[in-house]
């Protein structure tokens, strides 16, 4: 038998495009003598659906597709990922489901038992689980269907919480004779070792051989990497898709055992390489997919943060796309204005020069029988970065560019950064980097991608500034990147107490000055631009607080 | 046996502060005679906490604050809602608990076992349900121990999901002789009402008294109205205590039946007093928790929206607190600004008058080489919009003023409103207020409440407008208010498909035309302010979409 995995980059919401989709991936395979077409979770709806899971219409339209699809099959069988219905029963309306599907009948079906409901999954909010698991009996094989969580196991690092229920084990005792897994699991740069690491646990604990189908591509804030790989029963990798990128591999059961497939055994993208490529993805997707028009437009302040923002965004969507904006004010130094330019002209993009004097001006005036006799303070600083805002959301909507937001996760973390001014725009590219990470990723983008100075060296080199006031630099106000982001990634992604992060050897004043600064800002990061998800801890949907609170962590 | 239900107003993350209100309530209710104290849900650390229940610290606070409630308990028992550890069983780490403390020790204990997870509720995301409920047999009664959603059964309207457990069912079937439920339920227009029907519907169902205490108080979006309440088996009140008040009121067990209370009999505001007090309270509590110097400060357009918020802001904060600014431009009528200062006087709240004149000149002049050539559009007109916001930002910035935003949900919905603009601030006050709502709001309070003209009736009598380009109005863009609310409210708090709508008699272009812009507004609102919630489905976290889908409702 030849089973074919096909990692499809789908759309949320577009059932209609993601069918088509499926149904030209069906009809590859037959032409081409695939037995079963097995393809990720939820995958007529796209991944995640959110609240459109409570819109009859929604779920109406899925249900119909699932019978379209299901009659569409004919000698080549489909396994996919869709919504089914729970039916007059109690609890939730619907079940995430695989259906197994030949010769325009329904031969299998299972049903999502692990609702992941932690970080950015809200599953419990729209799942009923499976209350029982049993294998499918399909072409003499016993298969053992699993739905993404189901097959992630108690032995996980990092993990929230402990399942009482082992989905895949259960298959295994009830005469599985392989597990299969659809996922639509989204990318951290740590995940594609992380997972396959376990995928490989299971497969060797169980002694059954592991298929594994997962999502491909960027929707909203969610990258997946796709990574589908087969597992042996003995641990070895019998094939390796691609990361990041839609690709399709096949494998042959023969004789009760998968055979290896030598010519697909891609190795994962090294940790420079995947950030990149993620970035490029999602920020392609989220315009693509948005339906908008494809130009973006960004501000070029001569820093690192915008310089990398723009270069992703060339990468991604061509230079003709890309618009940037040099808005230099009486603070900026000599080399904001020329080093924007030098990145515009390494990049082919074009570049605006737009000085904001004349408007900080008009605004202090308007202001002066307000602000007299008070000192120049954050007050002019923030004005500065909101006439920005305004100027680059005033060229967005003359023109219908999407305004990319340039702000780093270091800056995010502690509210160094403008609500309305530096923090505007549709999507933050980089909300999830850190500072540390946004230098080594430029660094590695002129030496190794490019081979070239893209990105200008002096942009790289120079001490990060705001240049909101004479000779500022960002250490004025923070403790050196170096010490931040290694406070705020054991604070934030490692979730360790106050404590626990003082002993790893860090200032217990700086970590107390840090982290209040972080807890504090929360109702600035409740309005700032969704950005890229990349770690295992981002801002946003996946970090949940209130902004009224009063919880100090003990130090 | 003398029991006491008290509604306390809790702060989110302050487990010190809540623990020493409960201990003062104890004290007092010790001296009263009170043999027992009740109070609502996750007391000790408030509701809801969010992720503050995956940090360790939080939790161990937590655990350490239920030991010194349950040893400072004497001859008064207190029953109080707080998180309990699962120990080393699998799951997830923490139960909802309710816990009876008796003489320095816990002689009862009570997990919840129905976790609300939809709209504004995440509860799988932090708890573990209880595997099972048995009556606590304390003081020669069984008391069936109840938390929150365990109290609903599956005949509610506007249930997103039925449940396969019924808690206080059960708990009846094993004995218990009465049912109490502690509480942290929100506050809807609607929800007094519907709550006290469903608690008579239980009693009478259970043939049991119901006691039910519920918090109150507003915690960053969410208000919660106490409305603390004893119902008999035969379903008739016996304790009515107050809606959005602090309060506590006493009930008297004797001979196997609660006696009635007749001197504690309040009856619900009426339906504009209850949306006046719960916008007055989320709005102090928002400012008050949250720490903040106490002063507020927001934009006076001469239009009805900021008009009520400035009411709202008086009321809650004192006339001293608030700060106006009057912002006219070059397309501003006579009547915004005579307005704006009118209200202020009315008020007695101070007024800026800033003109926008010069920085709107000074930003066009910037833009003149990028825009020559284009029209007049929506880019020039939120420049204005985005102009008042620097203004009022800075002010903020300058002065600690905390930002009012005083835009309503109709235009929320539908996207009428600049991002970095009119959506400016730190707390929304009528997002989740429709405009025909604001505009009875506003009568009622010059009509009734205030029995005077204190919003300017030119405000509440001219159209509305913008006022962004010459001779604007709200009706140039939008259908009429009456007919857009209609349709928003059956789309949002209704979620009814677009074929239904149209079947309510409204005109399927009108339909399709204001669901498509709800549905492609959806990035405005992920940045917008948070703001109060006082309907069944406000925008925010109980209303969870991705921004880049496809799926459009079919009509």
New interface residues.
Partial sequence: MRVRLQQING?????R?NVDAIMKALEDARKEGIDLLILPEMVVC?Y?????M?????LS?IFASNEDLIQATGETALLFGTVTPNGDH????VYNSALLAHQGKCVGKAHKTLLP??DVF?E??YF?PAAEREPVEWAGIKWGITICEDIWN?QNEGQ?????TDPAGELMEKGAELIVNISASPFTLEKPEARKNMLIRQAKRLGLPLIYCNQVGA??ELIFDGSSTVIGSDGTSLLQMKTLEEDAGDIEWKSGSLLPNPVKQYLFPDKQERLFKALVIGLR??VH???MPEKVVLGLSGGIDSALTATIATEALGKEQVLGVTMPSRFSSEGSVSDSHDLANNLGIQC?E???K??Y???N???EP??RD?EF????E??QS??R???L???S??FGHMLLNTGNKSELAVGYCT??GDM?G?LSVLADVYKTDVFALSRWLNTHYYQKEIIPWPTINKPPSAELRPDQKDSDSLPEYDILDGILKAYIEG?L???EIVALGYPSDEVKRVITMVDKNE?KR?????GLRVSSKAFG?G?????????H??I
């Fill in positions: 759309i949320v919401g577009d059932i495009g796209g995640p659906p959110l609240d459109l409570e819109r009859p219409s929604f339209a109690p609890g939730r309306p409901t932690y809200d419990f909010r009923e108690n929230y919480h402990t399942y009482r929707n909203t997707d989220y997919k948005s339906g605006l737009l000085s904001i004349d408007a001006t008009a605004i005036e308007i202001l307000v602000f008070t303070d954050v007050a002019e923030n004005i909101r006439i805002g305004t100027l959301m005033a060229i909507n003359k609500l309305y505007a549709g979730r107490t106050a404590n109702y409740r309005q700032a631009a969704p949907s970090r949940r607080l209130p902004i009224v609170q009063r919880w962590e003990p």
